[in-house]
């Protein structure tokens, strides 16, 4: 395992050390658990309290802390501790699973698949016809990719994956297992005579640059043309995204949240854990969805909405609080 001292960890972070250890560092741990060889990070002041019971020998710390390191103990203050603990965390990462050879034996892969340099293939995987795949991408055993896809270069793709007909991901992706791209949106109708009748969902699904799909999340292919990701977003586990939604760039979904069809957000919108967007709504650039929130109606850019259904998060926050004395109230 890696170790080292915290002047090799600071010419990474480009930080100031405030005080000095002897111990040479070998591993990242929460500042709770960590050891006397160990590095933490204190990315809010709230947490300073417990650097006096920690036995971290070092703490990534922000600009502004309060508090000194103590002896044989020191600090690197830094702008935003969150990001260079990321930095830190990228130096200990263990490497990823080996390949043995690049392309393996079991895999089946069509004659007419165009595959780029570096690219790595697991065992067990598909790759259907015309499907184009980068240079330098990593598909992990067990993958499917049906017909006419196209991959961009330097993804990676977990064990799992099922990325089906005609739809496009692009570079420095990560997929994470047993997501779905590309299954087909929920769409039936009612007839008198033929009970619930699906429509065929003829489009695909189109992943920019950049985007990061959870584990077991599935983005659905469009009724007539595209659902799109826009580059940067990033998707958490277990996430549904309803056919034909539309995401601008660097949007966020947190777990067990969802789109229904036809949903549009702006850039850098963030939906919080277990929010549900009603079909054909549109929320607006920098907006913000509370966790467990039900959205029914459009959203403004810049925006914070909380409550089921949403409304502004002060309002909301307020209503449960006037609520909250109700019921003590009621209770004397």
């Not at 913000?288 to 949403?310: C, H, N, Q, R």
Request: glycine fraction near 12%; charge should be negative.
């Amino acid at each position: 395992m890696s170790s080292f001292s915290i002047q090799e960890i600071n010419e990474v972070l480009q930080g100031e050390i405030v005080g000095n250890t002897s111990h040479k560092i070998t591993a990242p741990e929460q500042l709770e658990s960590a050891s006397e060889t160990e590095i933490s990070f204190i990315g809010n002041k709230k947490y300073e309290k417990l650097w006096a019971t920690s036995k971290a020998c070092v703490a990534v710390v922000n600009q502004d802390i309060s508090i000194e390191p103590g002896d044989n103990r020191a600090f690197i203050k830094v702008k935003n501790a969150d990001l260079a603990m990321s930095q830190v965390l990228e130096m200990f990462a263990p490497a990823p699973p080996v390949f043995s050879v690049d392309i393996h034996p079991t895999a089946i892969i069509d004659d007419s698949v165009s595959i780029g340099n570096g690219v790595r293939i697991g065992a067990g995987c598909y790759i259907g016809p015309n499907v184009i795949i980068g240079e330098n991408t990593t598909i992990y055993p067990n993958v499917t990719i049906l017909d006419e896809c196209t991959i961009g270069k330097n993804t990676i793709i977990w064990s799992g994956t099922v990325i089906r007909e005609r739809c496009h991901v692009g570079s420095h992706c990560i997929l994470h297992p047993n997501c779905t791209i590309g299954a087909d949106g929920f769409g039936f109708r009612p007839c008198t005579e033929r009970g619930l009748v699906k429509i065929p969902q003829i489009g695909n699904v189109i992943l920019g640059n950049g985007v990061e799909i959870g584990a077991n999340s599935c983005v659905d292919r469009g009724k007539f043309s595209s659902t799109v990701l826009g580059d940067g977003c990033k998707i958490d586990n277990l996430v549904q995204i309803g056919h034909n939604s539309k995401l601008g760039k660097f949007c966020i979904m947190a777990g067990n949240s969802g789109l229904a069809g036809s949903v549009t957000l702006g850039n850098g919108v963030i939906i919080g854990g277990s929010a549900s967007i009603k079909d054909h709504t549109t929320i607006g650039d920098g907006a913000i969805v509370g966790a467990g929130s039900g959205v029914a109606g459009d959203i403004e850019a810049g925006k914070t909405v909380l409550g089921y259904p949403a409304i502004d998060a002060r309002d909301a926050l307020k209503q449960w609080a006037i609520l909250k004395r109700l019921v003590r109230d009621s209770n004397k």
